[in-house]
């Protein structure tokens, strides 16, 4: 198990309070040893201490942008939740992350076992959690055949839904425990599970059905490898997928928001048309993919604008409500978007809630 030594090192800062005169009114300003930090909002004064937020798939694409934009502010220490040390640790240095900034510590989603280790890791750290972001994925659009995870369930719907549902599940504690004035989890959606798009039209759509090859355990023994019982898609995969991370996220606002304060929000964060997302895609739509989304559509998103966007929903006092679905539109403003009638269905939401705990051992 990778477990990165600066991340045994607990995060926490020695502070220091003194008067300082700002144009003719005097207010305590408070500093931390490393780095300085300064909030703005009234909430943020309770605390100045460095934020620690957790970033899973951080070694590539939009987790990469946005572990960038949040180590480069000196607010935040990124844990690196990556299945791949090595290429985590060169990800960092390649976009000129400061060793202080930032940890890596092993996480395979696709394994429940790995998820557990991760967290247990995680805790001896010492680190409190500020924030969460669940942003890996696989897509898998060329599959002719379904792949599983460690537990035998579908690969795209086993690591981007089941692998962070239980580590969600079980890093909620974590949350709740930290005094920063702003905790917030984060559930990366996408437009391609969303209906009520020109995107999300495109076929396959998404379509959880009545929900019975989840029930059944995705693993086509007893049931389907697909969600709604149907013939293996790898498209359809990712998009259930993806609705299934949208509904995950409104239930954890309607279970725990109120008890708990954190703010729990999804996003969808433009069409990033470079990432290795695509990496299993015909070579033909790699190539052709950035430019008809650059020109065509005008939908194109540079990976560095994309990781601003997430870091915005991570830190931004006015992205603070829960429950919310962020987009952004042309001029790269945020404003709360509509799911589609599926991803917004609370009745789904709950079933699926109550399936997964049960397939990820928490029921
Ligand atoms: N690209 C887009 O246009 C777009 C649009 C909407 C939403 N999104 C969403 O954005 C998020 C990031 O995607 P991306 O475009 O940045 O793709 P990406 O560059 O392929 O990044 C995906 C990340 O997930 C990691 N990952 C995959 N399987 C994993 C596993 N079993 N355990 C741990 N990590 C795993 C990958 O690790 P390795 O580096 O080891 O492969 C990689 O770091 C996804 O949730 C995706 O649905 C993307």
């Given amino acids: 198990m990778a477990l990165q030594a600066s991340s045994l090192l607990p995060a926490l800062s020695v502070r220091k309070e003194r008067r300082v005169r700002l144009g003719g009114g005097v207010r305590a300003q408070t500093t931390t040893t490393s780095p300085s930090t300064t909030v703005s909002s009234p909430d943020a004064k309770k605390t100045l201490r460095k934020g620690t937020v957790i970033i899973t798939g951080a070694s590539s694409g939009l987790g990469l942008a946005t572990a960038k ?68 994925a696989v897509y898998l659009p060329t599959a002719k055949e379904p792949t599983f995870t460690a537990d035998g369930f579908e690969l795209s719907v086993g690591t981007n839904h089941l692998g962070h549902f239980l580590l969600a599940r079980l890093l909620l504690d974590d949350l709740k425990k930290s005094d920063y004035p702003s905790r917030r989890l984060i559930i990366v959606g996408s437009i391609t599970g969303n209906t009520n798009t020109l995107a999300g039209n495109v076929p396959p759509k998404a379509d959880l059905g009545d929900l019975r090859g989840l029930a059944g355990g995705l693993n086509r023994l007893n049931t389907s490898s697909m969600i709604n019982g149907g013939e293996f898609d790898g498209a359809k995969a990712y998009k259930d997928s993806k609705v299934c991370n949208m509904l995950t996220m409104q239930e954890f606002h309607r279970r725990f928001h109120e008890e708990t304060g954190v703010t729990f929000a999804s996003l969808y964060p433009g069409c990033i048309a470079t990432t290795g997302l695509f990496r299993s895609h015909i070579p033909l739509f790699r190539i052709l993919f950035p430019p008809f989304q650059k020109y065509i559509t005008k939908g194109f998103v540079s990976e560095e604008e994309s990781g601003k966007r997430l870091a915005q929903v991570v830190t931004d006092p006015s992205l603070g409500k829960s429950g919310v679905y962020w987009s952004w539109n042309k001029d790269s403003a945020s404003f709360q978007n509509q799911l589609s009638e599926e991803a917004s269905d609370p009745e789904k939401a709950r079933k699926l809630w109550e399936l997964s705990e049960k397939l990820v051992g928490l029921a």
């Avoid at 040390?85 to 940890?103: D, I, Q």
């Avoid at 557990?116 to 972001?133: C, I, K």
């Fill in 69 to 136: 934009a949040l180590a480069e502010t000196g607010k935040w220490h990124v844990i690196m939740a990556c299945r791949d040390f090595l290429k985590a640790e060169r990800a960092a240095k390649s976009v000129g992350m400061n060793k202080e900034n930032y940890s890596v510590i092993h996480l395979d989603l696709a394994s429940l076992d790995s998820v557990r280790q991760f967290t247990d890791n995680f805790r001896r750290s010492g680190r409190p959690l500020d924030a969460l972001v669940c942003n890996a």
